[in-house]
């Protein structure tokens, strides 16, 4: 499954991970404003697609335009799916996030 993720990126998960990753949004109640937001940009903006037998995938034009991928791409390893961003997107993300993950202690992740 791929689809939008938060700070203009593609999120992409196997279909098993992403239906347990989104189990709770499920169950959350839809009389919450910000619930169905949630549910709606996530849900409308999901593509199952299938990998070719070089295992690529495509990836629709209406999560490129989101994502902003026009040229040069990123492809992010993060712990349970795989994100896509465009080249100057996550190098100015990954800029401005370096100072505060440098500062990160046991505080924030006891253990590690």
């Given at each position: 499954m791929i689809t939008r993720a938060q700070d203009r990126c593609l999120a992409i998960w196997p279909v098993a991970t992403f239906i347990e990753q989104t189990q709770a949004l499920r169950n959350a109640p839809s009389s919450s404003k910000?619930?169905?937001?949630?549910?709606?940009?996530?849900?409308?903006?999901a593509s199952d697609e299938t990998p070719d037998?070089?295992?690529?995938?495509?990836?629709?034009?209406?999560l490129r335009a989101y994502a902003g991928l026009?040229?040069?791409c990123v492809v992010v390893g993060a712990m349970n799916r795989v994100e896509v961003w465009d080249a100057a997107a996550w190098q100015s993300?990954?800029?401005?996030?370096?100072?505060?993950?440098a500062e990160m202690n046991d505080e924030v992740f006891p253990g590690l």
């Open positions: 910000q619930v169905r937001d949630y549910q709606r940009m996530l849900a409308s903006g037998k070089q295992g690529r995938i495509t990836i629709p034009p209406h026009d040229k040069d993300y990954s800029d401005e996030q370096e100072t505060a993950f």
